[in-house]
């Protein structure tokens, strides 16, 4: 998946070789502002996981909803994870986003490995997190790729 962080900067999440777990965020989901604040706790107390990317998507942008805009409500909340801005939504549409938050673990071959939603437990995040480990390091490239247009 390739787009735009929130400084405008080309950003690729899921190349091979790259265990990810992937946060997709709606900055208007009541879920996903609980969610946020854990979820930096979690990383600043823990640091960034060994082997393991965490990033963020912001999607499904709505000026007329709280939290706007976005990235200010991240900043606020303390999420300093690399962020995709993804206004539409499509980066969500690729893996099969059902609700907010979203949660992807792309493996280090490149595929997706695992899903969840809704709000999950520290310990929910952190079997995410174990999941994207134990894939390993990528042999070969599988897949297709998706290109979020902001």
Known sequence: LTGVD????AMTIGEPG??????????WCPHGQAEVPRLAEW?????QPEGVRVVGV????DKTRGNWPPGAWLDD??????????????????W????????????????????????????EFAALVEA???TGAATETT????????
């Open 6 to 9: 929130e400084y405008g900067e």
């Open 18 to 27: 790259d265990p990810t777990v992937v946060v997709s965020l709606a900055h």
């Open 43 to 47: 990383l600043e107390q823990n640091g």
């Open 58 to 61: 912001s999607t499904a942008f």
């Open 77 to 94: 909340e303390g999420w300093t994870q690399d962020t995709m801005v993804d206004p539409s939504g499509s980066a969500g549409e690729t």
């Open 96 to 123: 099969g986003l059902a609700s907010f938050p979203y949660f992807v673990v792309v493996g280090a071959d490149g595929t997706v490995v695992k899903r969840a939603s809704g709000e999950l437990s520290t310990e």
């Open 132 to 134: 994207a480990k134990a």
């Open 143 to 150: 897949g297709t790729s998706t290109t979020v247009v902001p």
